[in-house]
């Protein structure tokens, strides 16, 4: 299984700001020291200008890369802006690009990054520059016809990937969410299931569950599952109340789904907000364990491209 990695490439914050920029180096440590030899990580190529504008607007990758984005636009991305950040970004959305064509040829491969739902085709939020599996998608559907499935359980609602693929009958997009969460104005999904603080374990699992069903109710051609470890209980900004044990048997519900169902699924981690940026490196590991243990097995048949 390729996994991709891109914390070598650091994006510079001021002191005490709430991006886990440091999750992602701890997560790659853990992953060489537990799962797998350090050469099976994997530093994929930046996204180009042509992969990007797939997506996103030339005005907007072009004010992205040369740093003239506005006050407004900063501020709303979370990020000051700084030639690292354009590198970072354009990295992470490769990684993706990169995960997708593996999977294709493989079954399943894993971005250590990635799920930057909150980009728009015009415009970024929610500490997301570009996004990734947009991108990811559109590259894939440039190389043969696909249908797509993204099931995004991340706390917040992907709605810079609903509104991407608004209308577009190629892509099912499902997002199980807060719905009391940021972004405060949600987008229509192809299916949005929304989720009252506190609703914890059982209806989490539930709602993930149908969401899962219902996208492979479309026969797609690639999955991509935004794992998101900020449903935990724990995370400041998550507020639903699932455990780490359910997180875990959430990753498998998904994963083992598209595997039966024979369909190459792509992994990105999400967000994460805990105090303690170790439960979220505890969150996603177990996600890319789970991927792992998927991929050691003897692949199900799967569509090909």
Known sequence: MDIYYTDRFVLPLPPGHRFPMRKYELLRERVEASLVPPHALLVPAAATDEALQRVHTPAYVRRVTTGAMTDAERRRIGFPWSPEMVERSRRSVGATIAAAGAALRDGIAVNLAGGTHHAFADRGEGFCVFNDVAVAARIVQRAAPARIAIVDCDVHQGNGTAAIFAGDASVFTFSVHGEANFPFRKERSDLDIALPDGAGDPVFLDAVER??????????????????????????????????????????????????????????????????VEDAVDIHYATVCAAAALAALPRAASTSL
């Not at 026969?219 to 449903?231: I, Q």
């Not at 209980?233 to 039966?260: I, M, P, Y």
């Open 211 to 276: 969401g899962v069903t219902a996208a492979l109710a479309t026969r797609p051609d690639l999955g991509f599952y935004l794992s998101g470890a900020d449903p935990w209980e724990g995370d400041r900004l998550g507020r639903l109340s699932v455990t780490k044990s359910a997180l875990a048997r959430r990753d498998r519900l998904v994963l083992e789904s598209f595997r039966t169902a024979g369909v190459p699924v792509v992994v990105v981690m999400g967000g994460g907000y805990p105090a303690r």
